[in-house]
């Protein structure tokens, strides 16, 4: 095996190391910077459905209610206007999921799936929590969801919640008697979670990466062709004329010319021992033949 193979074969073997540890590493990094932009994303949502259930709380609820004293709007609700609202939202963006779930919901559809039933769990068993964040893995994808618990802070939640005899008649007729209630204030009935894939931001981070490594390999192949006309003119061609000329002299041939040494470098002072070498041997041959 040649210089220049041998060369070769531990650039590569160099570079193919160096490149595998560096792509173990940066898509660490990258992943962890998808996870933070998804994780931004889903507190922005979370923000929106807050203001949502503010203003129908501060500003729909008094007016519907002052509209219709006598009957249960679920219009009036915060948790239904955030939603519903919501709900316009996944529409254009499928895979966004807004959920206000509980474990004992008055409407069935907001019961806790296992998982949000653990978040809600999580919220109780931690009462100063404030923010959950959890990665499942789907079928379509990880999907990363962040949740902030709903504590019943406010005593007007109780007159809905507490007993079917307290609540109104309207929400009972329409919801039934056997669900959402025997709710305590002080208690963490359910959380606000947001679900958001993370399928686009990984592939974002992956892309990225791979026009990242494109780039190194272009530049390690660049390197490694500039390298190898180097070595082959500064290192190899004039080894093998070198090693051609001792071949000679070792025949017995003396009037080859001498090696042109230039530089400083190892290559000329390997040409000047050469020279001297060769000086040497005529010298010895014209004396013997004397």
Not at 107 to 124: K, L, S, T
Request: proline residues 5%; hydrophobic residues 45%.
């Amino acid at each position: 095996m040649g210089l220049k193979a041998k060369f070769n074969l531990v650039m590569l073997a160099a570079f193919v190391i160096g490149l595998a540890l560096v792509a173990a590493f940066s898509w660490q990094v990258a992943r962890q910077d998808a996870e933070r932009e998804v994780e931004h994303e889903a507190h922005i949502m979370l923000v929106q459905a807050s203001a949502v259930r503010q203003y129908t709380d501060s500003q729909i609820g008094p007016l519907l209610v002052a509209q219709n004293q006598q009957r249960f709007l679920p219009q009036s609700i915060p948790f239904f206007a955030a939603e519903t609202t919501m709900r316009s939202v996944g529409k254009q963006f499928p895979n966004y999921v807004y959920k206000e779930a509980a474990l004992n919901p008055t409407n069935p559809a907001d019961r806790a799936a296992d998982w949000e039933a653990g978040v809600i769990d999580e919220f109780r068993s931690h009462p100063t929590l404030t923010s959950f964040t959890v990665v499942r893995d789907t079928p379509g994808g990880p999907v990363l969801s962040v949740a902030h618990p709903v504590r019943i802070t406010d005593k007007a939640c109780l007159v809905c919640h507490s007993t079917p005899q307290v609540a109104p008649a309207s929400m009972v007729d329409l919801y039934g008697s056997t669900n959402g209630f025997g709710w305590e204030l002080g208690s963490v009935q359910g959380a606000q979670i947001v679900s958001v894939p993370m399928a686009v931001a990984l592939n974002r981070a992956r892309h990225q990466l791979l026009v990242y490594f494109g780039g190194l390999a272009l530049i390690f192949a660049f390197t490694l062709l500039l390298l190898n006309v180097l070595l082959h003119y500064l290192i190899v061609r004039p080894i093998r004329r070198i090693s051609a000329l001792a071949e000679d002299v070792s025949t017995g041939k003396t009037d080859i010319p001498e090696f042109d040494a230039r530089g400083q470098d190892e290559i000329a002072s390997l040409a000047a021992s050469f020279n001297r070498m060769r000086r040497s041997v005529e010298s010895a041959m014209r004396l013997l033949e004397g």
